[in-house]
């Protein structure tokens, strides 16, 4: 099938535009003529189609946003494959940005405006985790800002990777490969791969966290190598040496979350967001998220 604008690709399904374009595949502005409402299509590159690993990845996104059912999480509407075997998705259309996206063009959040994303957020990981759904690629790329009123929603996107516990989660990780962005990858994600559970989940969103407030990430180096030590070590400036206006409890909050004992960090996403307002000083964290930047997610 020749993907382009006025293409049907099912009898209800009208592509417009392409949104954009990656190495695993498209994302397409559709008009879905069933909904009456237009929404967003993804679909796999050929040049992946044979491979396994990566089918396998495109059908669990679809599958956990399924099982999940959060307002934190895009939603999908269908999947399939064309008639002539092409594979997509079609899910909500997302207009706003993406986290990585708003802090270049705006600079880094304010504690209460990360707080509202952080409280978001974790809300999507919670009902991920209590699926027994690990998401293991948490980044600034995956937390999206929609527009809500003239202040942000979040939306986590992007299960692609997401370890569901039982045989699937063998499957995925059979080869070997590294899944996720070593970035934001605990160290048990990064050294012990397989044996990541929902914490993992929860150190990455800290370090998104970080992200959001400073502009930068903590953990750095210029090889891989370099930066899997700062991560092991837990080698990172304190963020009030670097925004000395931020509360002083700030620091505590990244010291229990990249703790190099797994068990003292947090131990779920509610005592995480939690405990990110406690040391905020602020009371009611959702009502002060950032205003959204325009465009579509792709």
Same mark, same amino acid.
């Given at each position: 099938?020749?993907?382009?604008?006025?293409?049907?690709?099912?009898?209800?399904?009208?592509?417009?535009?392409?949104?954009?374009?990656?190495?695993?595949?498209?994302?397409?502005?559709?008009?879905?003529?069933?909904?009456?409402?237009?929404?967003?299509? /993804?679909?796999?590159?050929?040049?992946?189609?044979?491979?396994?690993?990566? $089918?396998?990845?495109?059908?669990?996104?679809? /599958?956990?946003?399924?099982?999940?059912?959060?307002?934190?999480? $895009?939603?999908?509407?269908? #999947?399939?494959?064309?008639?002539?075997?092409?594979?997509?998705?079609?899910?909500?259309?997302?207009?706003?940005?993406?986290?990585?996206?708003?802090?270049?063009? /705006?600079?880094?959040?304010?504690?209460?405006?990360?707080?509202? $994303?952080?409280?978001?957020?974790?809300?999507?990981?919670?009902?991920?985790?209590?699926?027994?759904?690990? #998401?293991?690629?948490?980044?600034?790329?995956?937390?999206?800002?929609?527009?809500?009123?003239?202040?942000?929603?979040?939306?986590?996107?992007?299960?692609?990777?997401?370890?569901?516990?039982?045989?699937?989660?063998?499957?995925?990780?059979?080869?070997?490969?590294?899944?996720?962005?070593?970035?934001?990858?605990?160290?048990?994600?990064?050294? #012990?791969?397989?044996?990541?559970?929902?914490?993992?989940?929860?150190?990455?969103?800290?370090?998104?966290?970080?992200?959001?407030?400073?502009?930068? !990430?903590?953990?750095?180096?210029?090889?891989?190598?370099?930066?899997?030590?700062?991560?092991?070590?837990?080698?990172? $400036?304190?963020?009030?040496?670097?925004?000395?206006?931020?509360?002083?409890?700030?620091?505590?909050?990244?010291?229990?979350?990249? #703790?190099?004992?797994?068990?003292? !960090?947090?131990?779920?996403?509610?005592?995480?967001?939690?405990?990110?307002?406690?040391?905020?000083?602020?009371?009611?964290?959702?009502?002060?998220?950032?205003?959204?930047?325009?465009?579509?997610?792709?």
């Amino acid at each position: 099938m020749s993907l382009q604008p006025g293409t049907m690709v099912t009898s209800t399904l009208r592509l417009v535009r392409l949104i954009g374009r990656g190495a695993m595949g498209s994302v397409w502005l559709a008009d879905h003529l069933g909904l009456q409402s237009q929404v967003a299509v /993804k679909f796999m590159a050929p040049a992946v189609a044979d491979d396994e690993v990566s $089918v396998q990845r495109f059908r669990q996104e679809a /599958k956990a946003a399924a099982e999940i059912r959060s307002p934190h999480v $895009v939603q999908v509407f269908d #999947h399939g494959r064309t008639e002539d075997g092409q594979l997509y998705i079609v899910m909500e259309l997302l207009e706003g940005a993406s986290l990585d996206k708003w802090v270049k063009v /705006k600079g880094p959040l304010g504690v209460t405006e990360a707080a509202g $994303v952080v409280t978001q957020a974790c809300k999507a990981l919670a009902k991920a985790h209590e699926r027994g759904i690990f #998401h293991r690629d948490i980044k600034p790329a995956n937390i999206f800002l929609i527009d809500g009123g003239g202040e942000a929603f979040v939306k986590v996107l992007d299960f692609g990777v997401a370890k569901f516990t039982g045989e699937e989660a063998v499957n995925m990780t059979a080869a070997g490969n590294m899944v996720g962005t070593p970035a934001f990858m605990s160290p048990e994600q990064l050294f #012990h791969g397989k044996e990541v559970d929902h914490r993992g989940d929860l150190w990455s969103l800290a370090v998104v966290t970080y992200f959001a407030l400073l502009g930068k !990430r903590p953990f750095v180096g210029k090889t891989l190598g370099e930066l899997c030590i700062s991560i092991k070590h837990a080698q990172y $400036v304190p963020p009030t040496a670097l925004r000395p206006e931020l509360p002083a409890e700030i620091d505590g909050w990244f010291a229990r979350a990249f #703790h190099d004992d797994i068990a003292l !960090r947090f131990q779920s996403a509610k005592e995480l967001a939690q405990e990110f307002e406690l040391a905020s000083g602020i009371s009611t964290v959702m009502q002060s998220t950032p205003s959204v930047v325009a465009g579509v997610h792709t």
